[in-house]
């Protein structure tokens, strides 16, 4: 087959048949190539193939050969047939459009010959016009040059004018291309007295223009290009390079604090979250795109000052201008006006977490352009930013943690005043336990965010670790601080730092607490929870901020660096102690009033009756020290045990003087204000020794009778005998000291001291009759 196609093309195209090559190589370039037949080669030789075949095949074949050669003769002789009368049919077509068109064009002879005419006489007119005008060439040639000498003339005499128009509509840039094109000119001739005076018109308005471009290069209401433009117009006219760059830069530092403060001046109204990420959102599409759009200008200013001939180069120029640092300048200044407004937001508002560190991310996206202008710069800035903002936002979290723990002590405040039954009160200092825990656990959970904005900077991290640290402790101290303010203890020794902003955030809430009223049960829930976190609070704490920087891998080898300090100890359990001691100095007074109010009243030391019972102002002491003694061991966790019988003491004035005066020197030189031990007989030992220590010094200022000297036995001996059932016995012995220096300071102070005291028999049943009566036991 392959052979009677190519037998078929060779003879269609041996024949001239149409079509025929093309239709012979669409056929090569479809199939894929063949070995070519000896009959298709242009070699072939038919005799020789023609012996070929007879002497190698047998008749059969020959004659197989022969009908097939027939047959495609056959085809070709048909083909050619066809091709005949196709052509035949396009010729008979051909000749009658020949007619045709022979026909039309015998038509249009009398129109050629009329055109021909036409072109004829156009020529005569043109060599007569040619023939008048070439004798006067020259004249019109000189003329026109003399026109447009003129009209120059007339644009250097104009060019005052047209300069002060370009300044009325600010359109400086035409006004420097005129004075470019015209001033070289102007300054070659200015001998001669008009252009002279032209070229002072034109140097006086010029003058105008460049103060108008510098007073609007400064300008802050210029957009980026339109500085550009000015500054580039600057240079054209020949001012100093450096002086315009700095022109530029600082009108576009006076355009970028008008930007900002219009980004950061909203959000009043609305809350701390929207108002930091429409901040933000803002700023990142206004400002930061006007701080690259200004860094682009720059540069494009530099290449113009490049253009111009003018040496510049990355360390500055001849000037000592230093392009690439007052660049590095404006950028920093720029970047850092940014973050430090975002922080005093941060600061001020106190928005989440979350949305703190989502719009930190948009910031860090709108920055992109710029940090592909200046990479090294914009990298050391933001990431400086990013360490000094994650701490400020650690302050403002646990500043909001203390500002609601002090908001939570004052809640407590008010139910202390409300509640007078004990336990009724130690369910809400339970409460409040629960709720100082999670106050401190959600400022160390919120911190979490914070990390993955620091976590390729392990000094960053470090940083936010010390952080964490400070404010974990500072927290804790913020108790402290506010357990002083209410007791009104003043600033704690050892305390935090001044430069701490944390404590800062405290001062209108502990100005609150310091002017609350006084109640002691609140004292004493204060002294509850003051012990709670050091015993518990402050481990839990911590052991939070550990597992928060262990589940980081940036923060995990960090851990060991965040341990409770020993000034957390120190400094809660002072101010425990020291509103403890508060609680029984303010108590102690209490009582001292009592006794005061009974010894100056009127009769009472001048009593002309024996005494037949002790004075009620005993019985009123004691069930306030009742209760103190109640609420102490309730909160101390130190309840008061049953104690024996005891030996009672008389003061018959039994002992020797040397031991009278012992106890005396021991009662004049004990320390009435000493340091409360942190327990409940300890307490009630330190109210009681302010109590009778004040009775001591309101008996020197009385004079007594006989029987006013015996009731004060009496009520003295029936305190001492109290006592005993409240404190330790060294305690109760010191009170006994007491008590009896003030009965021989009112025996020295009684006239009738010698008809002598009250029987010790007659005093020991009045005591036990009364205390039977008020059964404290």
């Known amino acids: 087959q392959r052979r009677q196609g190519g037998l078929s093309s060779l003879l269609s195209a041996y024949y001239g048949i149409e079509g025929a090559q093309s239709s012979s190589l669409g056929r090569d370039a479809a199939a894929p190539p063949a070995v070519v037949h000896p009959m298709d080669r242009q070699s072939f030789d038919p005799h020789h193939h023609f012996d070929g075949v007879v002497k190698v095949g047998s008749v059969a074949d020959v004659l197989k050969s022969a009908n097939a050669l027939n047959a495609e003769v056959r085809d070709l002789d048909g083909d050619m047939n066809m091709v005949v009368y196709e052509n035949y049919s396009k010729f008979i077509r051909v000749t009658e459009v020949t007619s045709q068109v022979k026909a039309s064009v015998d038509g249009l002879e009398p129109d050629l010959s009329c055109l021909e005419k036409s072109f004829g006489q156009i ?37 005052p004018t047209t300069l002060q128009m370009c300044l009325d509509r600010g359109a400086y840039g035409k006004a420097c291309e005129a004075y470019c094109a015209c001033v070289v000119f102007l300054r070659r001739y200015k001998q001669v007295k008009t252009f002279r005076a032209v070229l002072e018109d034109v140097e006086l308005q010029m003058g105008r223009i460049r103060t108008a471009l510098e007073s609007r290069l400064r300008s802050p209401e210029l957009s980026a290009a339109e500085a550009v433009n000015s500054s580039v117009t600057l240079l054209d006219l020949g001012e100093d390079s450096a002086r315009v760059a700095g022109d530029f830069l600082g009108g576009r530092a006076a355009a970028l604090r008008a930007t900002l403060g219009r980004c950061f001046e909203g959000g009043v109204a609305v809350g701390a979250d929207e108002a930091l990420r429409e901040a933000c959102d803002a700023a990142g599409r206004t400002y930061v795109a006007e701080v690259a759009d200004a860094v682009d200008g720059f540069n494009r200013l530099q290449d113009a000052r490049r253009g111009s001939g003018e040496e510049n180069s990355a360390g500055g120029d001849g000037g000592g201008f230093d392009a690439q640092a007052a660049l590095e300048g404006f950028v920093s200044t720029a970047v850092q006006d940014l973050c430090t407004r975002i922080t005093d937001m941060v600061q001020r508002r106190r928005p989440e977490t979350q949305t703190l560190v989502g719009c930190v991310h948009s910031v860090r996206d709108a920055l992109r352009r710029l940090h592909s202008l200046m990479p090294r710069l914009l990298t050391k800035l933001f990431t400086a930013f990013l360490g000094r903002l994650t701490r400020d936002a650690q302050e403002v979290l646990f500043a909001r943690a203390c500002s609601d723990m002090a908001s939570d002590l004052m809640a407590l405040h008010a139910e202390c005043g409300k509640i007078s039954s004990v336990d009724a009160v130690m369910e809400e200092v339970f409460n409040k336990e629960a709720v100082l825990a999670r106050r401190v656990g959600s400022a160390v959970a919120d911190c979490q965010p914070m990390l993955s904005l620091v976590a390729t900077d392990r000094v960053a991290c470090q940083q936010l670790v010390q952080g964490l640290q400070e404010q974990l402790t500072a927290f804790f101290l913020a108790f402290g601080d506010a357990c002083l303010a209410y007791i009104g203890g003043g600033p704690r020794p050892g305390g935090m730092s001044s430069s701490s902003k944390s404590k800062s955030k405290l001062v209108d809430e502990l100005e609150s607490l310091s002017n609350l009223e006084w109640n002691g049960l609140f004292a004493l829930s204060c002294v509850w929870l003051g012990r709670r976190a050091d015993e518990k609070l402050v481990s839990r704490a911590w052991g939070q901020a550990k597992e928060l920087l262990a589940s980081e891998e940036a923060t995990a080898s960090l851990t060991g660096d965040l341990t409770p300090t020993a000034a957390v100890s120190t400094d809660l359990s002072a101010a425990i102690e020291a509103t403890l001691g508060h609680f029984v100095r303010v108590s102690g007074q209490r009582l001292a009033h009592y006794l005061r109010n009974s010894v100056q009243r009127p009769g009472w030391a001048q009593a002309s009756r024996a005494p037949t019972e002790p004075s009620m102002v005993v019985e009123m002491l004691f069930k306030e020290v009742n209760t103190f003694d109640a ?23 039994s002992k020797t003087s040397m031991e009278l005066e012992l106890e005396r020197q021991w009662a004049k030189k004990l320390q009435v204000f000493a340091p409360v031990p942190f327990n409940r007989s300890g307490s009630v030992a330190g109210i009681l020794r302010i109590a009778f220590k004040a009775l001591f010094e309101y008996v020197r200022e009385e004079t007594f009778s006989n029987y006013g000297l015996q009731q004060l036995q009496l009520d003295a001996e029936l305190l001492e005998e109290l006592s005993r059932d409240f404190v330790e016995a060294d305690d109760a012995g010191v009170l006994g000291s007491l008590l009896g220096e003030a009965v021989n300071s009112a025996s020295q102070r009684c006239p009738d001291a010698s008809a002598g005291l009250m029987e010790p028999s ?14 404290f036991d």
Request: proline letters at 1%.
């Open 123 to 159: 020529t005569e007119h043109q060599r007569k016009v040619e023939d008048a005008v070439s004798s006067r060439a020259r004249e019109i040639e000189l003329l026109l040059k003399r026109q447009r000498f003129c009209k120059k003339l007339q644009t250097l005499f104009e060019l």
């Open 631 to 653: 609420q102490l061991g309730r909160m101390l966790g130190d309840p008061r045990k049953t104690r024996g019988g005891g030996v009672r003491r008389n003061f018959n004035m």
């Open 762 to 775: 007659l005093l020991e049943a009045l005591v036990g009759q009364k205390k039977r009566a008020l059964r």
